[in-house]
T-cell receptor, first 113, second 112 residues
């Protein structure tokens, strides 16, 4: 089955810096890759996703890139702000039948003022 | 607010007991998913229902069961509870299995 690895487990940056979180997946059939942000005491919130027919997707300060050949995808946050501090999860899923989302182990991002 | 609701928010119970967690999906969503998140753990998929039928199973223990009702709300039943069952339990919903999943706020279960 699918296996998703996520790095780093923790990331500390200064406000205004960029942050990059990387994930690799094992199943070449996976073609949907969402990213979730989880703040303390809350449920995961979908922040951006990408499907395998595109290589990059942007939404304001957030972007996701996908390299299907290498089977990895990354989340890029520019101009980080303290409110970006949270745990970020990547996930991967196939696109046939009832495929489950497989999550990475999470990255705790801390943005210091 | 994702539109997915979960009750109760917190639940404290004793070992050996049985509890029921409830989830109401977003309006129009037919698919409901249950996940377990233990301390410092990622999200572990438990089970998925689509329009009342079980569609996929993950790492769900035999002591756990779920169902989705005709009004599309779902319940997760946890029985013979053990200390290790203490965790956050999340429900998510999506229109179909291929659409984005939106998570509820979770139920924090503490087994003493």
């Amino acid at each position: 089955g699918e296996n998703v690895e996520q790095h780093p487990s923790t990331l500390s940056v200064q406000e205004g810096d960029s942050a990059v979180i990387k994930c690799t997946y094992s199943d070449s059939a996976s073609n949907y890759f969402p990213w979730y942000k989880q703040e303390l005491g809350k449920g995961p919130q979908l922040i951006i996703d990408i499907r395998s027919n595109v290589g990059e997707k942007k939404d304001q300060r957030i972007a996701v890139t996908l390299n299907k050949t290498a089977k990895h995808f990354s989340l890029h946050i520019t101009e980080t702000q303290p409110e970006d501090s949270a745990v970020y999860f990547c996930a991967a899923r196939g696109n046939t039948g009832f495929q489950k989302l497989v999550f990475g182990t999470g990255t705790r991002l801390l943005v210091s003022p | 607010d994702s539109g997915v609701t979960q009750t109760p928010k917190h639940l404290i119970t004793a070992t050996g007991q049985r509890v029921t967690l409830r989830c109401s999906p977003r309006s129009g969503d037919l698919s409901v998913y249950w996940y377990q998140q233990s301390l410092d753990q990622g999200l572990q998929f438990l089970i998925q229902y689509y329009n009342g039928e079980e569609r996929a199973k993950g790492n769900i223990l035999e002591r756990f069961s779920a169902q989705q009702f005709p009004d599309l709300h779902s319940e997760l039943n946890l029985s013979s509870l053990e200390l290790g069952d203490s965790a956050l339990y999340f429900c998510a919903s999506s229109k179909t299995s291929l659409d984005e999943q939106f998570f509820g706020p979770g139920t924090r279960l503490t087994v003493l």
